[in-house]
């Protein structure tokens, strides 16, 4: 499987880390310091649906095929208003796609999950063209009086084309149950029979237990991914990492050993868009023509579950037309 077409969308509205300090008891260098965050874009005016919409389209479009060559839609996604139907239900018609779709919730490592899953079908003749999707509204579950979580989110959609090729080297996905560290729970209808009492709770997380889990579960996937294809740190020419915390992204890069230029990073204008940030990140670089064709990249994300996903890369270049 390999990477033929990219594509991003995020929100218009940009808010800086000097707005929040109306409401929060925060400061700009508290955050920039602890998380290199400076500003995020929020959803205003704009849908998620439509952000998904966007950034998926400039994704085929980049990939030289036609909507109707898509022949399954993977969305990653934690939450939107809509529990039913799915993301990529919503989105699949209005892209003109006819195939196909589902969504997936690996949190912040849904992007690694839907290569994963994409790959088994690719690999397996079920599907040949497959588009991935991720689009998060993370503003939309935080507590905005909370400054431990609502500083660090921020909104937008990534999206790839993947086809049959040779891009992919390995996979490494994980898991465990650590629901008490991060969790938005959501209540649901009451019914004549279960009376419990069900109450929204906003996003609730552990800031540095999750950061030590983090470090400690994405060095893990790192090292083993590497080994088990007989290569090394050097070896890698681009590690993107989920977009979460600069520090967490410079203890890897620390225990690796490796230097600051092979850790590409824009968490700094768009804080953490959960699984869509390592999307947002490739269609970045790639527009920007700064991933080098046949460069090999390492891809690895955490997230809420506690789950983890990583993989590595050959890149082909991708041609858009502007
Ligand atoms: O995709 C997965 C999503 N989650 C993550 O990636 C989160 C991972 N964790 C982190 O990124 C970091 O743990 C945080 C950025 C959340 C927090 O940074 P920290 O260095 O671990 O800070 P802390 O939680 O140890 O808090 C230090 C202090 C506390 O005050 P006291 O107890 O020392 O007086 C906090 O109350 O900083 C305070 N604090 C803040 N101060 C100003 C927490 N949030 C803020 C804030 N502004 N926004």
Known sequence: MKIIGTGSALPEKVVYNDMLTGFLDTSDSWITTRTGIQTRHLLSKETLSELAITSASAAI????????????????????????????????????????????NGACAGFLYALDIADAFISTHRAKNILIVAAEEPSRFCNWHERETSVLFGDGAGAVVVTEGNGFVDFRVTADTHTDVLYYKRSL???????????????VMQGREVFKL??????????????????????????????????????????????????????????NTSSASILILIDELSREGLIPDQSTLLLSAFGGGFVTGAAITKWSKIEYNS
């Open 61 to 104: 479009q980049s990939s030289g095929l036609q909507p109707s060559d898509i022949d399954y839609l993977i969305c990653s996604n934690v939450a939107n208003s809509y529990v039913t139907p799915s993301l990529s239900s919503i989105i699949l018609s209005p892209l003109g796609c006819c195939c196909p779709c589902t969504d997936l």
């Open 214 to 271: 983090a470090v400690r579960a994405c060095i893990k996937d790192v090292d083993t991914i590497l080994e088990k294809n007989n290569l090394t740190g050097d070896d890698i020419d681009m590690y993107l990492l989920h977009q979460a915390n600069l520090r967490i992204i410079d203890s890897i890069r620390e225990h690796l050993g490796q230097p600051k230029e092979k850790f590409p990073t824009n968490l700094q204008k768009y804080g």
């Open 189 to 203: 209808e009451t019914t004549p029979y279960d009376r419990v009492e069900e109450k929204t709770m906003p996003l």
